[in-house]
């Protein structure tokens, strides 16, 4: 069966610009959740969705937000890019529930690049 | 910050032998995992331990937990040179439901052929 996919893999933007990102999850996973990668702070939590819902948020600003749709695709958005936002964005789903195995399966993530 | 903290930092290994992996954390713990990310790509679960599990074995995979300590070790062996990659710990705090997971900062494994 197909991975999760993140769209667009490389994007580059500049300062004050939005950018979204986009990713499917596995079939049946209704779960998904967003980090971020940088080599300073490694990975960090930004959200999770579970059924239309955001359920969790990580220590991000507003500019930071994410939405699910009923088919469990994803979408965040970063709004007033600044040069620090520059980094891997990854997705990942699962399959289980509130309650359930927390087994991550990531998408090859989003690469974003602001100048 | 909640964040595991991987030792070391980096390893680099000739093919065949035995790379260990340790990993400290702070909070109490439904389990921990530990994931696998080849360069700018997206993480890959290897395996998962429970916090009332000690050891686990998956192939050339053996994890170890130490809640007392708040630690856990993945050992690789018999190292090959595609398992070059960083290796991650991450654990779900216990009772969590929310299905966030804490990242530690990652060893960097080399493997030599």
């Known amino acids: 069966k197909a991975g999760v996919t993140q769209t667009p893999r490389y994007l580059i933007k500049t300062r004050g610009q939005q950018v979204t990102l986009s990713c499917s999850p596995i079939s049946g996973h209704r779960s998904v959740s967003w980090y971020q990668q940088t080599p300073g702070q490694g990975l960090q939590f930004l959200f999770e969705?579970?059924?239309?819902?955001?359920?969790n948020k990580g220590n991000f600003p507003g500019r930071f937000s994410g939405r699910q749709f009923s088919n469990s695709r994803s979408e965040m958005n970063v709004s007033t890019l600044e040069l620090g936002d520059s980094a891997l964005y990854l997705c990942?789903?699962?399959?289980?529930?509130?309650?359930?195995?927390?087994?991550?399966?990531f998408g090859a993530g989003s690469r974003l690049t602001v100048l | 910050s909640q964040q595991g903290e991987e030792d070391p930092q980096a390893l680099s290994i000739q093919e065949g032998e035995n790379a260990t992996m340790n990993c400290s954390y702070k909070?109490?713990?439904?389990?921990l995992q530990w994931y696998r990310q080849n360069s700018g790509r997206g993480l890959v679960h290897l395996i998962l331990i429970r916090s009332n599990e000690r050891e686990k074995h998956s192939g050339r995979l053996r994890v170890t937990l130490d809640t007392s300590k708040k630690s856990s070790s993945l050992l690789i062996t018999a190292s090959r040179a595609a398992d070059t990659a960083s290796y991650f710990c991450?654990?779900?705090?216990?009772?969590?439901?929310?299905?966030?997971?804490?990242f530690g900062r990652g060893t960097q494994l080399t493997v030599w052929p």
């Open positions: 969705y579970f059924s239309e819902t955001q359920r």
């Open positions: 990942a789903s699962r399959k289980s529930g509130p309650g359930g195995a927390n087994v991550l399966t």
């Open positions: 909070t109490s713990i439904n389990n």
């Open positions: 991450a654990t779900e705090d216990r009772g969590s439901t929310l299905g966030r997971l804490y």
